[in-house]
C-alpha cells in the first residue's frame, strides 16, 4: 500500500512539474510576443527627427511635379533630375503592283533618351516662385538605316508659379504656372532628316497649368491641366522626302493628369499617376507653297514612385513609367533628388 501512495505521490509530483513547466513556457512565449509587437510599435512610430506624413507627402507631390510646391520669400531650393526613356517602333514599308506586292520591309527604330536637368527655384513672394531648368540631353538611335548618338544642351525652361489664394485646412490649394521654353538645344529641322538626331524641340514655346492638391494625411490627391501653345518657326532649308521645307507651324498641345501619393511611414511614401498629351496636327511649308500637315498625336502613362526622406532637408524619389499608346515612349525612369537651402 505504502508503494502504491509513492507511486501515485510521484505522478502527481511529475504531473505538477509539467504544469509548472507548460506554465512557465507560455508566459515566455508570451513575454516574447509582447516584446515583438513592442518592438514593431516602436518602429513605425514616430522617431526623433522624423517629419510629419504631412511634409513628406508634400516632398512627393514636388517630386511629382514642381508645379505643385512653391517656396518662401527669399529662399533657393537646387533640384537635379535624371530620366531615361525608351521608344521602339516599327514601320512596314509595302508597295503593290498590279495588287502584286513587290515590296515588304520592316524597320526597326530603337531610340534612347537620358536627360539629366539642373533646376534653380527662388521665392519671389511666399506665393510667388520663379523657377529656371537647364537640361543636358544624351541621346542614341539605331535603325536598319542610321545609327548614332548626340550629346548636348536641351532647351532651356524660365517660369513663374503662382498660387492666387491662400492655403485652405478644408479646401484643395491651387497653382498656377506659366512656363517659357527656348529653342536652345539642336533643333530637329536643321540637322540631316533621317541621319541626325536633335537635343530639342527647335521652337519657343509657351506653357500654361493649372494645378490642384489636397493632403489628407496620410493620402494626398492631385490633378493638373494644361496649354502649350508653339511658335512658328521659318527661314528653314531641310531636305525632307525630296522637298525642302521652309517653315513650322507647331501644334497646339493640351495636357492633363492626375493621382496620388500615399505615405507608408514617417520616411516612404508611394505614388500613382496617369498623364496624358494631345498634340494638334503641325503645319510644314514647303519651298513650292505648297503645306503638308502631319497627324494629331496623343501619348499617355502611367507612372508608380517610391520616396524615401534621407534626412529633414532631402527625400530622394524614383520613378517608373509604362508608356500607353504608340505615341509614347515604351516605359521611363526617373531619379529626383531636391537640395534645399
Known amino acids: 500500500m505504502n508503494s502504491l501512495d509513492t507511486r501515485f505521490s510521484s505522478l502527481a509530483a511529475a504531473a505538477l512539474a509539467l504544469s509548472l513547466s507548460l506554465a512557465a513556457g507560455q508566459a515566455q512565449a508570451q513575454t516574447s510576443t509582447d516584446t515583438s509587437k513592442q518592438a514593431a510599435r516602436e518602429a513605425l512610430a514616430k522617431q526623433e527627427g522624423d517629419v510629419d506624413q504631412t511634409a513628406l507627402l508634400k516632398a512627393a507631390l514636388t517630386a511629382q511635379d514642381k508645379q505643385y510646391s512653391l517656396i518662401r520669400k527669399g529662399k533657393t531650393s537646387l533640384t537635379y533630375d535624371f530620366s531615361y526613356a525608351y521608344i521602339g517602333a516599327q514601320q512596314i514599308d509595302a508597295k503593290f503592283d498590279d495588287s502584286r506586292l513587290t515590296l515588304f520591309s520592316i524597320q526597326n527604330t530603337r531610340a534612347h533618351t537620358v536627360t539629366n536637368t539642373v533646376s534653380a527655384d527662388y521665392g519671389v513672394m511666399d506665393n510667388l516662385t520663379a523657377n529656371v531648368s537647364l537640361p543636358l540631353v544624351s541621346k542614341f538611335s539605331e535603325s536598319d538605316k542610321f545609327s548614332g548618338n548626340v550629346n548636348g544642351f536641351g532647351d532651356i525652361g524660365m517660369g513663374l508659379r503662382w498660387q492666387p489664394m491662400a492655403m485652405s485646412r478644408d479646401l484643395p490649394s491651387l497653382t498656377t504656372s506659366a512656363t517659357l521654353r527656348v529653342p536652345s538645344g539642336r533643333s530637329p529641322f536643321k540637322v540631316v532628316a533621317g541621319q541626325g538626331l536633335s537635343t530639342g ?141
Do not use: C, W
Open 201 to 341: 524641340s527647335g521652337y519657343t514655346a509657351l506653357s500654361l497649368g493649372a494645378n490642384t492638391s489636397k493632403v489628407m494625411d496620410p493620402v494626398a490627391l492631385f490633378g493638373s491641366v494644361s496649354l502649350t501653345l508653339g511658335v512658328p518657326v521659318r527661314h528653314l532649308s531641310q531636305q525632307l522626302n525630296g522637298a525642302t521645307l521652309t517653315g513650322v507651324d507647331p501644334g497646339a498641345s493640351f495636357g492633363f493628369g492626375m493621382g496620388f501619393a500615399y505615405a507608408l511611414s514617417y520616411k516612404v511614401s508611394t505614388t500613382v499617376s496617369f498623364q496624358e498629351t494631345i498634340s494638334a496636327k503641325t503645319k510644314l511649308h514647303l519651298a513650292d507653297g505648297s503645306t503638308s500637315m502631319t497627324a494629331p498625336q496623343t501619348s499617355g502613362q502611367i507612372s508608380f514612385g517610391l520616396g524615401v526622406r534621407a534626412s529633414p532637408q532631402t527625400t530622394v524619389n524614383v520613378s517608373v513609367g509604362v508608356g500607353l499608346g504608340p505615341d509614347s515612349p515604351a516605359f521611363t525612369l526617373g531619379f529626383n533628388l531636391p537640395l534645399n537651402f
